[in-house]
């Protein structure tokens, strides 16, 4: 690899916002016919690397070298004539469009020399290029923005996250692909926070950490335990422990639930499980599978359309969260939407506190001094970096916001805690801080649903297992006899002969 000149060097590339330093003189080579994958934790400054490339960002210091010349990449459209193309997290497609017709949709004909099909058929991609988007599934939406991408004649491709909302099988089918492409001599960068995936797909890691590059290794000369030290300057112990506990009673039965969308589609279809105090119960399924329905049906956020609700032998369906407050049931819930529905970004610590703690009494001053003493101990036990107190919840990283949403919730001392991705985005130290604090509340009694998108810590962290495929269940799983092939599967809704391994 070392012997051929590098397809890209990036030499002292700078960019800052503010009084941050996002990018701090990073230097990186990337060679034609190589997977290299980009690791850090959030804020590390990967995806503003990545878009400098990519022409979203201009740099404030440093160059760009393609091909052995020094190019100025100030436009999404001078990277894609320059061979660079980046797909990015969340897709941009046309919906009603089919995928032929978004592949073709604002290429440049004079500069187009691949023919499509015969561009699917080399990579091995299973897609019907006549299907419209709408009737995809994440994976087939994914393989259309690779495609677009190379069907502008891209040699070098950019991926941020794209395994986040996809399943083993299709994880798998996607590095196929690349494997495909790096064989073909493109060049190609993964912007990523998990570990197993650039054991798995990279020749070379770049480690990234505030800002800075740390080093770049050999893939073959890594592990995990090294990788995760250098993102994070320190040892973390990566095993997540699947606390042993005497389970208790039944505390929250869903029996038959339906939910239907504002477009009257069933989001829900007769779901059905209960949950022990003493638990953790997963919830597992690809994007859209109705997780967001079953949280906010159970908080009492959204109306069901059947079916029943029981936490403590209590009926809650149908009823308001100040409704299920007032009938003495403990429940606390972290919406996946943490700024948006958990918390308010322009209020501090001490405020986002007393949102939940408050009486409705009127003429009554507030008792901000308890909500600071609570607030004080909260940064110190959960160790959350703040400037101070006073400081704008929004303007804290996503590590310690979610701190202090299951902070203020855990406070409540509830008997049900429902979790919502409660790792989604956050770096390997601030999950793991968040693994430990849920099975505290396991060994307390609590009974904890938790919807989660990595299938290996809900393997390593549930006790049961839940998949949702197309809003119904399709497997109530023990963790130690599942896998992640097995639970793939059910995510998609494809039967197995292994149907005793169900509970």
Do not use: W
């Not at 190019?71 to 969340?90: F, R, T, Y």
């Amino acid at each position: 690899m070392e012997k051929i000149p590098p397809k890209i060097k990036l030499n002292n590339l700078t960019k800052t916002f503010g009084s941050v330093k996002a990018n701090d003189n990073i230097s990186l080579d990337l060679y034609p016919g190589e997977i290299l994958a980009l690791l850090g934790e959030n804020g590390s400054g990967k995806t503003t690397l990545m878009n400098m490339l990519s022409g979203i960002y201009s740099p404030d210091g440093g160059s760009i070298v393609i091909d052995g010349k020094t190019v100025n990449i100030s436009s999404p459209k001078d990277a894609i004539n320059l061979g660079i193309g980046m797909i990015h997290q969340h897709f941009k497609l046309v919906e009603v469009f089919s995928a032929r017709e978004n592949i073709k949709l604002g290429s440049i004909s004079n500069k187009q020399q691949v023919d499509l099909d015969e561009l699917v058929k080399t990579l091995k991609i299973n897609i019907d290029l006549d299907k419209k988007v709408y009737d995809m599934s994440v994976s087939e939406k994914q393989s259309i923005e690779i495609l677009k991408v190379l069907y502008r004649g891209a040699d070098v491709l950019v991926l941020d996250e794209p395994t986040a909302v996809l399943t083993p099988q299709e994880i798998e089918s996607l590095f196929d692909t690349l494997r495909d492409m790096k064989s073909q001599g493109k060049a190609i960068i993964i912007i990523t926070h998990k570990l197993d995936e650039v054991l798995a797909i990279s020749d070379r890691v770049t480690v990234m950490h505030k800002g800075r590059l740390i080093d770049t290794v050999l893939t073959k000369n890594a592990d995990r335990f090294s990788l995760t030290e250098m993102m994070v300057g320190r040892q973390v112990d990566l095993d997540i422990k699947r606390v042993k506990t005497t389970l208790g009673d039944v505390i929250l039965d869903v029996h038959e639930l339906s939910v239907k969308g504002k477009e009257g589609n069933l989001e829900l279809n007769h779901v059905s499980f209960t949950l022990r105090s003493g638990e953790i119960l997963g919830v597992a399924g690809i994007a859209g599978s109705g997780q967001k329905a079953l949280c906010e049906a159970i908080a009492g956020l959204q109306p069901i359309s059947g079916g029943s609700i029981l936490l403590n032998e209590k009926r809650i369906d149908g009823k308001t969260p100040r409704e299920i407050i007032q009938l003495g049931v403990s429940m606390a819930y972290i919406p996946e939407d943490r700024l948006g529905m958990g918390l308010v970004g322009s209020m501090n610590i001490p405020d986002n506190l007393m949102l939940k703690t408050y009486k409705d009494q009127k003429g009554m001053l507030l008792d901000r001094n308890s909500a600071k003493k609570e607030a004080e101990q909260l940064v110190e036990q959960l160790s959350i970096s703040t400037p101070s107190l006073n400081t704008p919840v929004s303007k804290l990283s996503g590590g310690n916001v979610q701190k202090v949403l299951l902070g203020r919730e855990i406070n409540l001392s509830p008997r049900v805690l429902i979790t919502a991705y409660p790792v989604r985005g956050l770096d390997i130290g601030a999950s793991m801080t968040i693994y430990d604090m849920l099975n505290e509340q396991k060994k307390k009694g609590v009974a904890v649903l938790f919807v989660g998108e990595d299938l290996d810590v809900l393997l390593a962290l549930c006790d049961r297992i839940v998949v949702l495929s197309s809003g119904k269940v399709s497997a109530i799983v023990e963790s130690k006899f599942a896998t992640k092939a097995l639970l793939g599967m059910k995510m998609v809704g494809m039967t197995t002969d292994k149907e005793d391994e169900y509970v």
